[in-house]
């Protein structure tokens, strides 16, 4: 059956390649793409599927129904670009100033739309049911979660029994799938904290109250917390990364501004660095008679595969690609996904299939999210063949 998938994939590659081009030129930014959606419901017209478009997204979930009865499985791509100028020099570049697709969700689309095709084709051989999710605003919009309050698990009257997706990366060699069992990405939350003081002449802080020092002492005090009362085999990351205070040199400012995140990978290290932040910041604070608003902003939860469904996707792309191009991820990545949401809900994974141009090396390639990033496109047909030999080991269990 792989070889088959593989080389049936191949006979897809033109196809998919020129829907990921269009795509790459036209990127939408958000939870509302309806060039998109367009260019998507055009592409899967003629396969048959049960297409519905999302009602408070531009979502789209397009059933496939087996020809005979048999569990539901569930693969999903992210359609959503970033807000920057891209600088690849390609010929399919952004024709939107400000916008390009530099997380290669444009690619993610076109091979679910291959995968579909390719399931399609061999109709009469399954049993149950594919789900193709079709989901906008992965970039921070919490799109998966929209498409959940939607339906999403009930789109065939029957729970899917796994679910999957694939994330493109251009720092991990070309045509290699790569997962681990257990914790793949990070929870991602924003802190936001405004320090209290009082505004004054620089020359005479004792008739001001100096916010200044106080944020300053905070961002240490959160780098020794998470140093000392973080369990380092279950760790987690804080960085302020945005300070703002004061207008000029002589002036002491009434408040001073931090923001930044916080990465867990676990939801037991995720709260506990919540009630923590709190503690420092606000006994920080207080220890030099000011207050201290503190918001955090929930963001993505920990992205979390299941330890058997993990194993088989690397199991089955090492039978479908060779061993070599198949391998467990030793470290989590503290990045995070939205695709958390539905792993919570069903027993499924994520992995990356590697696209490093061949003429880079995976280890100094411009990353995902820059503006200089480029993807392997002879990597798509070894993700519209994973997404396919999935789904099929799914159905056949
Ligand atoms: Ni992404």
């Given at each position: 059956m792989a070889d088959d998938v593989l080389s049936h994939a191949a006979t897809l590659s033109e196809r998919t390649i020129d829907f990921r081009r269009r795509l790459h030129r036209r990127p939408e930014i958000g939870l509302q793409l309806p060039g998109t959606q367009g260019a998507i419901l055009t592409e899967i017209a003629d396969l048959g599927l049960d297409v519905r478009k999302g009602t408070s997204t531009t979502s789209v979930v397009a059933v496939l129904e087996g020809a005979s009865d048999g569990p539901t499985v569930l693969l999903r791509g992210d359609m959503d670009a970033l807000p920057l100028t891209e600088n690849t020099g390609l010929d399919f570049a952004s024709e939107i100033d400000g916008t390009m697709h530099a997380c290669?969700?444009?690619?993610?689309?076109?091979?679910?739309?291959?995968?579909?095709?390719?399931?399609?084709?061999?109709?009469?051989?399954?049993?149950?049911?594919?789900?193709?999710?079709?989901?906008?605003?992965?970039?921070?919009?919490?799109?998966?979660?929209?498409?959940?309050?939607?339906?999403l698990l009930d789109a065939t009257g029957a729970r899917p029994s796994g679910a999957f997706a694939l994330h493109i990366t251009s720092t991990f060699a070309s045509g290699t799938i790569n997962t681990r069992p257990g914790p793949l990405l990070a929870s991602a939350d924003t802190i936001r904290l405004t320090v209290q003081g009082k505004g004054g002449h620089a020359s005479a802080p004792h008739y001001a109250n100096d916010p200044i020092p106080v944020a300053c002492e905070i961002v240490i005090a959160l780098q020794t917390m998470v140093t000392r009362r973080i369990d380092i085999f279950d760790p987690a990351v804080v960085t302020i990364a945005h300070v703002t205070a004061g207008t000029t040199d002589?002036?002491?400012?009434?408040?001073?501004?931090?923001?930044?995140?916080?990465?867990?990978?676990?939801?037991?290290?995720?709260?506990?660095?919540?009630?923590l932040v709190r503690q420092v910041a606000e006994g920080i604070g207080a220890a030099h008679g000011m207050q201290v608003e503190l918001e955090i902003v929930a963001g993505y939860p920990v992205t979390v595969n299941d330890g058997d469904f993990a194993s088989s996707v690397h199991a089955i792309a090492g039978e479908l690609l060779g061993a070599d191009r198949s391998s467990v991820m030793k470290t989590p990545i503290m990045g995070a996904e939205d695709w958390s949401y539905v792993l919570q809900e069903v027993p499924g994974a994520m992995a990356f299939l590697g696209a490093c141009p061949p003429d880079l090396d995976p280890d100094t390639a411009p990353g995902n999210h820059s503006n200089l990033v480029v993807f392997d496109e002879a990597a798509l047909a070894t993700g519209v063949a994973t997404y396919a030999a999935v789904a099929l080991d799914v159905l056949s269990r």
């Amino acid at each position: 059956m792989a070889d088959d998938v593989l080389s049936h994939a191949a006979t897809l590659s033109e196809r998919t390649i020129d829907f990921r081009r269009r795509l790459h030129r036209r990127p939408e930014i958000g939870l509302q793409l309806p060039g998109t959606q367009g260019a998507i419901l055009t592409e899967i017209a003629d396969l048959g599927l049960d297409v519905r478009k999302g009602t408070s997204t531009t979502s789209v979930v397009a059933v496939l129904e087996g020809a005979s009865d048999g569990p539901t499985v569930l693969l999903r791509g992210d359609m959503d670009a970033l807000p920057l100028t891209e600088n690849t020099g390609l010929d399919f570049a952004s024709e939107i100033d400000g916008t390009m697709h530099a997380c290669g969700h444009d690619t993610h689309v076109a091979m679910l739309a291959g995968a579909a095709r390719l399931l399609s084709d061999r109709r009469a051989d399954i049993a149950g049911r594919v789900v193709f999710m079709f989901q906008p605003g992965e970039e921070g919009f919490h799109g998966a979660r929209y498409m959940l309050d939607e339906g999403l698990l009930d789109a065939t009257g029957a729970r899917p029994s796994g679910a999957f997706a694939l994330h493109i990366t251009s720092t991990f060699a070309s045509g290699t799938i790569n997962t681990r069992p257990g914790p793949l990405l990070a929870s991602a939350d924003t802190i936001r904290l405004t320090v209290q003081g009082k505004g004054g002449h620089a020359s005479a802080p004792h008739y001001a109250n100096d916010p200044i020092p106080v944020a300053c002492e905070i961002v240490i005090a959160l780098q020794t917390m998470v140093t000392r009362r973080i369990d380092i085999f279950d760790p987690a990351v804080v960085t302020i990364a945005h300070v703002t205070a004061g207008t000029t040199d002589n002036v002491i400012p009434p408040t001073a501004e931090l923001e930044g995140t916080i990465r867990a990978l676990s939801a037991e290290t995720r709260s506990r660095v919540h009630e923590l932040v709190r503690q420092v910041a606000e006994g920080i604070g207080a220890a030099h008679g000011m207050q201290v608003e503190l918001e955090i902003v929930a963001g993505y939860p920990v992205t979390v595969n299941d330890g058997d469904f993990a194993s088989s996707v690397h199991a089955i792309a090492g039978e479908l690609l060779g061993a070599d191009r198949s391998s467990v991820m030793k470290t989590p990545i503290m990045g995070a996904e939205d695709w958390s949401y539905v792993l919570q809900e069903v027993p499924g994974a994520m992995a990356f299939l590697g696209a490093c141009p061949p003429d880079l090396d995976p280890d100094t390639a411009p990353g995902n999210h820059s503006n200089l990033v480029v993807f392997d496109e002879a990597a798509l047909a070894t993700g519209v063949a994973t997404y396919a030999a999935v789904a099929l080991d799914v159905l056949s269990r």
